[in-house]
């Protein structure tokens, strides 16, 4: 494998992508000359350049340094220019896997992957690891300001989102695994079966250290089939989870708006019977599901409980997860990656939940084709469901084709023709979404926009 330790410069090609940019930032803070290019403007943009990294909009031969070693982002298309370049130039190149395999080879690897909620569980562990002064490495595939995406520690543990979206994933050797679910996302690259998803997690699982540990979801279907998938293997399990059977169960005794932003109350018996109580400042189930894991993990690394306990109360407030952007006399402006219909059905659930005398405005990007494609009835669903009136920006392509028949129009309409009483309307751009969403900030709405591209534009664009 390349040896990045080799050379002092770096250039990564689809710097934006929520995967790139926390990896420019653990190289530039590892000591390398970093630069990168996008061909849009991107959320994290001014922080890359804060930290002196180089940041070019746009293509260009020009922009790939003939001496660096060039990392390159799943999401290009062959014919990128300044991938061709750098393979004119002889430039020594990898993909952003094989970057990240290179980093964690001496590392304890702590790895968290799974279809929905990964770089949540990412988050806290990572922060929880750090209040608990274990000094961890961390790479996490979002770009986050409330919390650092990237950090250099000084100990050999690494915590890293392994996204299971492709199969290059079964090429790590993790020492941990945080297993958040598997669902129906990303099928496209397991010849559209959750049979090949779930053999391929399984394998991943397979991966771990003797003395290594795996961390399930107790609620979710699988669970029990890994669990008997994994007898003969010896591997130690540790369950997280409402059901009875977990070795950590939560309980939410409260989760409310306090006018300023969501406050939950839980509770968590161990497997010893013992009770103790937490509170975190993000909204309900699936955001103390990983409080559970992180707090699962510093036991299983020997932190003792009390001390572990008290670190709950350091977990994050992360950017786009049910993010309150602007709270007004009526309309309430929220912000979230919901990269699939079932995340986007979470956010609108919690909606409904907290706001239940509010209506709810969804303006949504559909992320990739493909995406939309495959789980096309699934937004008609969860859309027409769950929300009083309808915006829909065009797909957020990410370097992906066009396919014919499926597009935000073609969603808006099949939404028309379900039972659904409120607006939907189809716009051609973030600008003309945001225009029309201010009609609803003297009524009492909550305005969520959804989507991990960057319809995020509207909620700043509205909260100004």
């Excluded at 079966?193 to 391929?200: F, G, R, T, V, W």
């Excluded at 979710?220 to 997280?240: A, F, G, T, Y």
């Excluded at 977990?246 to 509770?267: E, L, P």
Aim: aromatic content about 10%; some cysteine; proline content about 3%.
């Amino acid at each position: 494998m390349l040896s990045l330790n080799k050379f002092k410069k770096v250039h990564l090609i689809g710097i934006g992508g929520v995967g790139m940019t926390p990896l420019a930032i653990y190289l530039k803070d590892a000591g390398f000359d970093v630069t990168g290019s996008d061909i849009q403007d991107f959320r994290f943009r001014d922080v890359l350049l804060s930290k002196g990294i180089k940041v070019n909009i746009g293509h260009s031969s020009e922009n790939v340094p003939p001496d660096a070693v060039v990392i390159y982002s799943s999401a290009l298309n062959s014919d990128n220019i300044e991938l061709n370049t750098a393979k004119r130039q002889n430039n020594p190149m990898m993909s952003r896997i094989e970057a990240l395999k290179e980093i964690s080879k001496d590392k304890k690897l702590i790895a968290i992957t799974g279809s929905y909620g990964k770089s949540t569980a990412t988050s806290f562990v990572s922060a929880i690891l750090e209040e608990a002064n274990l000094n961890p490495s961390w790479i996490i595939g979002a770009d986050l300001f409330n919390f650092k995406p990237a950090n250099i520690g000084s100990s050999d543990l690494l915590v890293l989102e392994c996204d299971e979206s492709k199969k290059d994933f079964l090429e790590f050797n993790p020492f941990f695994v945080i297993l958040t679910n598997i669902g129906n996302d990303h099928l496209s690259n397991y010849e559209n079966s959750k049979e090949n998803l779930y053999i391929a997690i399984l394998s991943f699982l397979k991966r771990i250290s003797e003395m290594g540990v795996i961390f399930l979801n107790a609620d979710d279907p699988m669970s029990e089939r890994i669990i008997n998938d994994l007898k003969s293997s010896s591997k130690k399990i540790v369950k997280c989870g409402k059901t009875d059977n977990a070795d950590y169960v939560y309980k939410i005794k409260s989760s409310n708006f306090n006018h300023k932003r969501i406050v939950t109350s839980f509770s968590v018996k161990e497997k010893d019977s013992n009770v103790f109580t937490a509170q975190i400042n993000m909204p309900g189930e699936r955001n103390v599901l990983d409080a559970c894991f992180a707090y699962a993990v510093l036991i299983e690394l020997g932190i003792r409980k009390e001390i572990a306990r008290n670190l709950l109360k350091a977990l994050p407030i992360l950017d786009r997860r049910f993010e309150i952007r602007h709270i007004g006399e009526k309309a309430l402006i929220i912000d979230d990656e919901g990269d699939s219909p079932f995340v986007i059905e979470t956010v609108l659930k919690d909606a409904r939940y907290y706001f239940p005398d509010k209506k709810i405005l969804s303006i949504v990007q559909p992320h990739r084709y493909s995406r939309l494609k495959s789980l096309f009835s699934q937004y008609v669903s969860v859309l027409s469901n769950y929300s009083d009136d309808i915006i829909i920006t065009p797909v957020y392509e990410a370097s992906e084709s066009k396919i014919e028949g499926i597009d935000s129009f073609s969603l808006g309409s099949a939404i028309r023709k379900t039972s659904f009483k409120g607006n939907v309307e189809v716009v051609s751009s973030l600008s003309e979404a945001a225009n029309m969403a201010k009609f609803y900030f003297k009524k009492n709405y909550v305005i969520i926009t959804l989507g991990p591209g960057n319809i995020w534009q509207v909620a700043d664009e509205l909260s100004n």
